[in-house]
């Protein structure tokens, strides 16, 4: 679930249109700029639920698996992502067409 503008990104991509490829560039940066704001809190919580963890917290990995209706199996492999901070607008912009 999500708001309507994911459902959006998530539906471009499901139907492989003309822009899925900057949809799905979309969703990877949603998902790495909140990673990036909370990955020091996240990181302890992984180790709290799984301390035999502890000496390779800084070497996690991260990533997430869209659930989206009409989805195909191989659009919802779990993507792994890099979090990322969220800068200006600018920078966005410029993300979505690299």
């Not at 499901?14 to 490829?21: L, N, S």
């Not at 919580?45 to 191989?74: F, N």
Request: net charge neutral; no cysteine.
């Amino acid at each position: 679930k999500g708001d309507e503008k994911s459902a959006a990104l998530a539906s471009n991509y499901r139907d492989q249109g003309m822009m899925a490829g900057i949809s799905k560039k979309q969703l990877d940066s949603g998902v790495a700029g909140s990673l990036y704001r909370d990955v020091d809190k996240l990181k302890e919580s992984v180790v709290r639920g799984y301390p035999q963890l502890r000496k390779a917290k800084d070497e996690l990995e991260w990533g997430y698996k869209l659930a989206y209706e009409g989805l195909s199996d191989d659009l919802g492999k779990i993507q792994e992502i890099e979090p990322k901070e969220q800068k200006g607008v600018f920078d966005g912009i410029k993300n979505i067409f690299s």
